[in-house]
Antibody, heavy 131, light 107 residues
Framework: EVQLVESGGGLVKPGGSLRLSCAAF????????MTWVRQAPGKGLEWVGR??????????DYAAPVKGRFTISRDESENTLYLQMNSLKTEDTAVYFC??????????????????????WGQGTLVTVSS | DIQMTQSPSSLSASVGDTVTITCRAS??????LNWYQQKPGKAPKLLIY???SLQSGVPSRFSGGGSGTDFTLTISSLQLEDFATYYC?????????FGQGTKLEFK
């Protein structure tokens, strides 16, 4: 069973930085597509960014609101995913979840196809950006 | 970016009812549509992927359908534990996007 455990959240002033961690158990972060999703207080889910598995190139992608400010990385030796957040804004206040994006193979109308979905989630860590 | 729009935003129902939530994508997403359930203070939970495939352990009263741009999540014979917020999500392209959520409340 895969378990993801986030940490590193807290209170930070606008313009400040914070690094979130997501420790993985029962799974290897380098072999998975790892994603950060956030949820502002009382709001819906927002995709923040993702890093693909090493076999799929290991490249990160980011949502427009965080591009250039946030960086996703991983440490294979620690089996941990990171989200480095710089130049934080009040609108970055949210619970941040890490999740695995699983690729599932199958067939549709006789043709091979891959589907993607977020199947394992951490419990989330709260980031509050306020002066 | 692909916009996902759910309706209704909230829904009142009773135990035993059957409810349907609709999700519309701003462009065709083939069958790259997933559904999640979220309870207060908890992480989302995957219910259905690829439009209609039930995630392991999810009760069969949950079902999904649709194609192209219009999709549905149906919950039959509602149980007390089903009162939660539901989100659709597309995995056709990056960035992944979610619907705004549908809050299912007890009538």
């Amino acid at each position: 069973e895969v378990q993801l455990v986030e940490s590193g959240g807290g209170l930070v002033k606008p313009g400040g930085s914070l690094r979130l961690s997501c420790a993985a158990f029962g799974s290897t972060v380098s072999n998975a597509w790892m994603t950060w999703v956030r949820q502002a207080p009382g709001k819906g889910l927002e995709w923040v960014g993702r890093i693909k598995s090493k076999t799929d190139g290991g490249t990160p992608d980011y949502a427009a609101p965080v591009k250039g400010r946030f960086t996703i990385s991983r440490d294979e030796s620690e089996n941990t995913l990171y989200l480095q957040m710089n130049s934080l804004k009040t609108e970055d206040t949210a619970v941040y979840f890490c999740t695995t994006e699983t690729k599932s193979f199958g067939y549709e109308s006789g043709d091979p196809k891959s589907w993607y979905y977020f199947d394992y989630w951490g419990q989330g860590t709260l980031v509050t950006v306020s002066s | 970016d692909i916009q996902m729009t759910q309706s209704p935003s909230s829904l009142s129902a009773s135990v035993g009812d059957t409810v349907t939530i609709t999700c519309r994508a701003s462009q065709r997403i083939s069958s790259y549509l997933n559904w999640y359930q979220q309870k207060p203070g908890k992480a989302p939970k995957l219910l259905i992927y690829a439009v209609s495939s039930l995630q392991s352990g999810v009760p069969s009263r949950f079902s999904g359908g649709g194609s192209g741009t219009d999709f549905t999540l149906t919950i039959s014979s509602l149980q007390l534990e089903d009162f939660a917020t539901y989100y659709c999500q597309q995995s056709s392209s990056t960035p992944r996007t979610f619907g705004q959520g549908t809050k299912l409340e007890f009538k």
